[in-house]
């Protein structure tokens, strides 16, 4: 038997296919590769950056499927299933709306798969696939498996290895298809297993996954003790509460954190009562001075995620939002417009107040461009939120920005390990800003049926 694993792009750009120069191994297939038994035979493609084989044998085929890649994920399974291979999908996106996916493969898989991978095989083997298979959350994910990577050689990954010791959060921001998915709760590994993992693998420099490392304090510390031994260096993503308990941010630094992905989303206190972002909310009052000041303070290089569209916000407010991140030398900043991913608490809110664009469902319209305003907001028209998100993005990536930034000696300047990351990073992610802004969903150019306009 030959199971194929796919990693769908996003799409195009108007005139030729969207490579990722920034892409990184796509952990969710390595976990299904180590799920799968001996006898199968398991290939992986990427589609962000090599042709899929279609005409290649295969007997099973399985796309990991995103919001933001469903689009091309459905005209991946149709040309398989045109050619009598079946396929099953699953992932963020089939948890949120599953009855859609189900319309696109042969069979689903709702929730994470380690609980019904090894069924749906041995079903696929005795020729009764099953059309969805409802997986249950593990109270301890991934138990037992190590991550398979020999199918991510080759494939042009930047050097960093990827893999998670937590999932979930614990908090509820409105706006996120992850609290939707794990329905605001968190679920951790084995420390001892995450250190095998580790020591299975050659690479010293690891990015875990995870929503929020430090949801849980008390296992994060456990976590932590544990990889000062190993002498690693790592990042991940965090929420900002974490400065708040000075042996976590110790024993963090101590077991070779480099920085965080951190969610500031706004300045702006209104803005973070809209999201429920609770964990935030009095840190803003005073524009996060004294976090900033902490994060120094360890030599934690940041990357500030901002999220922007709320209906707090103006043109004004979202461009100092930009000129705060500039000011304060973060490492990396996120502008990313507020997406009401389906089924969260965002999206129903928009969809009854008649704000939702693109039919609703934007991931799958054809007018619809990477990067676009979703949503009709409350201060602005879509085109200027659209417009003044990707401002954002070309000011804070900025030549000028990027030279102004280096010269933080506490953070991007603490080390010359630390310098040399922030040299190599910034001009990559400066480049994929203008690569990736109004990219086009899916590779296939659509017909337009009679009547439309």
Partial sequence: MKLVLIKPNIGRREHSLYVDEGRMEPLQLGILAALTPAEVEVVMYDDRMEDIPYDEPADLVAITVETFTARRAYEISEEYRKRGVPTVMGGMHAMLLPEEVMAHASSVIIGDAEDVWGQMLEDFKEGRLQKVYHAIQPTIPQKGVITRRDIFEGKGYLPITLLQFSRGCKYHCNFCASSSYFKGRHY?????????????????????????????????????????????????????????????????????????????????????????????????????????????????????AFTVGYDGDTKESIEETCRFAIKNKFCFAAYNILMPYPNTPLYEKLKKEGRLLYDGKWWLHEAYRFNYAAFIPENMTPDQLTEVSFWCRRTFNSPWSIFTRALEVRTNMRTPYRFLTYLIYNPLFRKEVFKKQGMKFGLKKEVKQHGES
């Fill in 188 to 304: 951790t590994r084995d420390v001892e297993e995450v250190i095998e993992e580790i020591q299975s693998q050659k690479r010293k420099l690891l990015f875990f996954v995870d929503d929020n490392i430090v949801s849980d304090f008390e296992k994060a510390k456990a976590l932590f003790r544990g990889l000062i031994p190993l002498k690693v260096k790592w990042v991940s993503q965090g929420s900002i509460d974490m400065l708040e308990d000075e042996e976590l941010m110790s024993l963090m630094v101590k077991s070779g954190c480099l920085g965080l992905v951190i969610g500031f989303e706004s300045i702006n206190e209104a803005n973070l009562e809209f999201a429920n972002k609770g964990a935030n909310r009095k840190k803003a009052l005073n524009h996060y001075k004294k976090e900033i000041k902490a994060l120094r303070k360890w030599g934690l290089q940041t990357w500030a």
